[in-house]
């Protein structure tokens, strides 16, 4: 038991620097959230998602609450993507069933304000909420911090929510580029300010999340997702070379490879579209890949989950690989299902 803790103290860490483990380390991406009655519980006594995002203490318990339930390898931080845009000064709501919405939707009139705001205060409670994590957290789990990519987070901005017509953003790309340009630019600043921070308040490593990246062609994905992606990486090295830093660009075909070619990129985390023998051959060269399997394959269980993590975890034998899904958990995902899969990995 006390050799397991011990071989399970580096695991994370020793793979994202780039070991080989024979059980990979597990965690997975929304594995905080609804499908667990717990988190109801606390989301029910904060009032408002933003509410809790902002309150250090419930935040704090909301990153705890998957790790004691599953015993993950790594925590991750609790909080949104959207926290920056909310930070720069549009309002954030949640309402029930339709998703986030960011109000009035972001035009250039507002970006010389978003220049002089300095968002990183307003986010202070959550480097409190992180703090309080890596405290809590024993010595041998990661506490993993994240930001939503430039170029993501601005489709929310753009479109004051979801984005119904991706098409139409690629469209206003082409048709209002400075403008546009200039709003990821911002929004590279304030990411890495947010994350250094998130760094300085104890995060062990940091997540890029680029879930709107699908769709676009080979420059316009050079210009809004992987160049800011990368002068977000690359600064925070300067600032931080130590933290280890994985990028989640999704849906992005066999552009995946520049991005694992990225000198500042520890880690590509993979979608559930990605082929796995793909990112073997093509990106565990250049970085550690973390995740893969589809989220809906935990909803289902049984054995077509069980084959599917086997044959994942053996496409990446004796290289390094985290592992994880390729997008995060759904709400109606059986609590049951991830206790299973965590014991598949670690050779249940
Ligand atoms: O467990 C974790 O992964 C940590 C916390 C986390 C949340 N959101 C909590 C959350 C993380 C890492 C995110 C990232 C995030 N948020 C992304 C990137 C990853 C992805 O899923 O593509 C995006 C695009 C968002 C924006 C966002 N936040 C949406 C689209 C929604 C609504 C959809 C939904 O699931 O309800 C949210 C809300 C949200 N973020 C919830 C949670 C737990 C649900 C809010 C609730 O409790 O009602």
Redesign the pocket.
């Known amino acids: 038991m006390a050799n397991d803790r011990d071989s399970r103290k580096v695991r994370f860490a020793a793979v994202i620097a780039g070991e080989a483990a024979s059980v990979p380390p597990v965690w997975l991406?929304?594995?905080?959230?609804?499908y667990i009655p717990e988190y109801r519980q606390l989301?029910a006594k904060a009032g408002s998602?933003l509410d809790l995002c902002l309150n250090p203490e419930l935040a704090s318990e909301a990153t705890l609450q998957p790790i004691r339930r599953f015993d993950f390898d790594a925590a991750?931080?609790?909080?949104?993507?959207?926290l920056i845009p909310f930070a720069l000064g549009q309002e954030l709501s949640?309402a029930e069933g339709e998703?986030?919405r960011l109000k009035p939707p972001v035009a250039a009139a507002d970006l010389k304000r978003f220049r002089t705001r300095n968002a990183v205060e307003r986010l202070q409670p959550v480097f409190e909420t992180v703090a309080r994590t890596r405290s809590a957290l024993e010595p041998n789990k990661a506490l993993i911090g994240?930001a939503?990519a430039p170029w993501?987070v601005a489709t929310y901005m753009l479109a004051g929510g979801?984005s119904e017509d991706p098409a139409l953003l690629r469209r206003r790309w082409y048709d209002e580029r400075d403008f546009i340009d200039e709003l990821l630019a911002i929004l590279v600043d304030a990411t890495v300010d947010y994350l250094s921070m998130q760094i300085e308040a104890g995060a062990d490593a940091v997540q890029i999340?680029d879930?709107w990246a699908s769709g676009l062609p080979e420059e316009a994905l050079r210009a809004v997702s992987l160049e800011p992606m990368r002068a977000i990486a690359e600064r925070l090295k300067i600032r931080r070379p130590r933290t280890p830093v994985i990028l989640f660009p999704?849906e992005v075909g066999a552009m995946a490879e520049a991005y694992a070619l990225m000198g500042a990129c520890d880690a590509v985390s993979i979608d559930f579209c990605t082929p796995w023998d793909f990112a073997r051959r093509r990106l565990s060269p250049h970085a550690v890949v973390q995740g893969g399997l589809d989220p809906l394959l935990v909803v289902k269980g049984g054995a077509a989950m069980e084959s599917a993590a086997r044959r994942l975890i053996a496409t990446f034998e004796g290289v390094p690989y985290i592992f994880n899904l390729g997008?995060?958990l759904t709400?109606d995902t059986p609590p049951e299902n991830v206790a299973r899969l965590v014991e598949i990995v670690r050779g249940g």
């Open positions: 991406m929304r594995q905080a959230g609804r989301r998602f991750i931080l609790f909080a949104d993507i959207l949640f998703g986030p994240f939503g993501t979801p999340f879930s999704k997008h995060g709400p």
